[in-house]
């Protein structure tokens, strides 16, 4: 894990946050939700322990797209920018894509393959689940 400080925020700038302290390996999920949430047909997440994370202005709305879990989303700009799982609130998730400076993270591995897109082809050797990792 990397040890540093991450910066982030929505496309239009009203929601910002920071992170001080490790991120976990990144996860591209292909989850059939992040790809409707994001509208994209992969999304890739990050997180860390809820006590790094911090927001600098409001917090975004969030919308509860399961029992399991909420995300925010910027309702301006409609930037994704973070995940919560309701059984783990000492974790926090942010979208890649949400934080201003992504290259230095840890590869991670591919999740909920099995509702991946058919022409979604695997180029790397990263590990890769068929539904979800348990911690």
Not at 93 to 105: K, P
Request: proline share 6%.
């Amino acid at each position: 894990m990397a040890e540093q400080s991450y910066k982030g925020g929505c496309l239009c700038g009203r929601y910002r946050y920071r992170i001080e302290g490790p991120l976990l390996p990144v996860v591209h999920c292909h989850c059939s939700m992040c790809r409707k949430s994001s509208g994209a047909a992969i999304l890739s997440w990050t997180g860390t322990a809820s006590e790094n994370f911090a927001w600098e202005r409001d917090e975004p709305p969030l919308f509860h797209s399961s029992e399991q879990a909420s995300r925010g989303f910027c309702p301006r700009c409609g930037t994704q920018l973070c995940f919560q799982y309701t059984a783990r609130p000492d974790w926090s998730f942010v979208s890649v894509g949400s934080l201003d400076e992504a290259d230095g993270l840890e590869r991670g591995y591919h999740l909920w393959t099995s509702g991946r897109l058919p022409w979604i082809n695997f180029d790397n050797d990263l590990p890769k689940y068929e539904q979800g990792k348990a911690r």
